[in-house]
C-alpha cells in the first residue's frame, strides 16, 4: 500500500472495515479477504503515518470477480453404418441400386464407388448404376463409400449377379407343293436377343438347310408328298435351345389341258396327252 504514498517513516496504523470482507494489516500491506460469494466493488480506508508523528488517510477500492470453469464435454456423433446390398440384371441391361435405402445415418452422402470388375459404376444422387460390360454373365461387385454430417465414413459391398438373357425357341409349321422348295422364317416367332442358327436336322423326306436372314429352306424328296418334320437349334451367344418345323408337302393341283394334233387322212397319229398336264406324277 505504501509504494505511492509520500513521506519519511511511513507505516500504516489504521484501516475502516469494508463493507463484504475484512481487511488486515501486515508491515506495509493489507491483506482484503472479501465475504464468502461476494463479487462486485467493496472499499475501505486506511490511515498512514510517517516520523513526524503526521497522519494522512487514502480509500482502497477492490473489485471482486467471479471466476467460471467450463469443462467440454464431447458429444459422441450418432452411428453410421453402410449395409451390403445385392442385385440381378440381365446380359446388356444396367440397373440402378438404391443403395441409401438400408444405410443408417445423418446427412447421408456416397462420396466414392469403386470400378466393378466387369461392367462400370456411376453414381446419381443417393443410387448407383450398374452397366455389366458386353457379353458378360455371372457374378461381379464393386464397393461404395458414404459420409454423413459428422464426417464420418462407412464403406459396403454391393453384389450383382447378371444372368444371360431369355431365350426360347418356337415351333414352327409350313406348306408346300410336291417338288417345290419353301423357305420358313424360323427366328420370327422365337424370343431372344441376337440370335443365330446353328444347327438344322435332317428331314426324313428332303433337305433343309438354313439360310441368309435367319431362315431355313425346306426341299421335298422327288414325287414325296405328305407330312415331314426337322429340327433346328438357336443360340444367343449365352445359351440354346431346339424346336420343331413340321412341313406338309402337297400334291400339286391336277388339270387337264386341251390337245391338239394335225394328220393325213387315214394316217394314224399317236397324242401325248399328259405332257403339259400339271399334277404329280407327270
Not at 467440454?72 to 440381365?90: E, F, Q, R
Not at 406338309?248 to 394316217?267: F, H
Request: overall charge negative.
Amino acid at each position: 500500500m505504501l509504494v505511492n504514498d509520500t513521506g519519511t517513516g511511513l507505516s500504516i496504523f489504521q484501516t475502516s472495515p469494508p463493507a463484504h470482507g475484512s481487511a488486515t494489516i501486515s508491515g506495509g500491506a493489507i491483506t482484503y479477504t472479501p465475504s464468502a460469494g461476494f463479487a462486485g466493488t467493496d472499499s475501505f480506508s486506511y490511515t498512514i503515518r510517517d516520523s513526524f508523528g503526521q497522519s494522512a488517510s487514502a480509500t482502497v477500492t477492490v473489485t471482486v470477480t467471479v471466476t467460471v470453469t467450463v469443462t467440454a464435454v464431447p458429444i459422441n456423433p450418432p452411428g453410421l453404418s453402410a449395409v451390403d446390398d445385392a442385385v440381378s440384371t440381365v446380359a446388356g441391361n444396367p440397373v440402378t441400386i438404391n443403395v441409401l435405402t438400408n444405410d443408417t445415418g445423418t446427412g447421408l452422402d456416397i462420396i466414392q464407388v469403386s470400378r466393378p470388375a466387369h461392367g462400370s459404376a456411376t453414381t446419381s444422387g443417393g443410387a448407383i448404376t450398374y452397366t455389366p460390360s458386353a457379353g458378360f454373365t455371372g457374378t461381379d461387385s464393386f464397393t461404395y463409400t458414404i459420409g454423413d454430417s459428422f464426417s464420418q465414413t462407412a464403406t459396403a459391398t454391393v453384389t450383382v449377379t447378371v444372368n444371360p438373357p431369355g431365350l426360347n425357341a418356337v415351333d414352327d409349321a409350313a406348306t408346300t407343293q410336291a417338288r417345290t422348295p419353301v423357305t420358313i422364317p424360323v427366328l420370327t416367332n422365337d424370343v431372344g436377343a441376337g440370335l443365330t442358327i446353328t444347327q438344322v436336322g435332317a428331314p426324313a423326306h428332303g433337305s433343309a438347310v438354313a439360310s441368309a436372314g435367319g431362315a431355313i429352306t425346306y426341299t421335298p424328296a422327288p414325287n414325296f408328298t405328305g407330312a415331314d418334320a426337322f429340327t433346328y437349334t438357336i443360340t444367343d451367344g449365352f445359351s440354346a435351345d431346339s424346336a420343331t418345323v413340321r412341313v406338309t408337302v402337297i400334291a400339286p393341283a391336277l388339270d387337264a389341258v386341251d390337245d391338239a394334233a394335225t394328220t393325213q387322212s387315214r394316217i394314224p397319229v399317236t397324242i401325248q396327252n399328259t405332257g403339259h398336264d400339271p399334277g404329280a406324277g407327270q
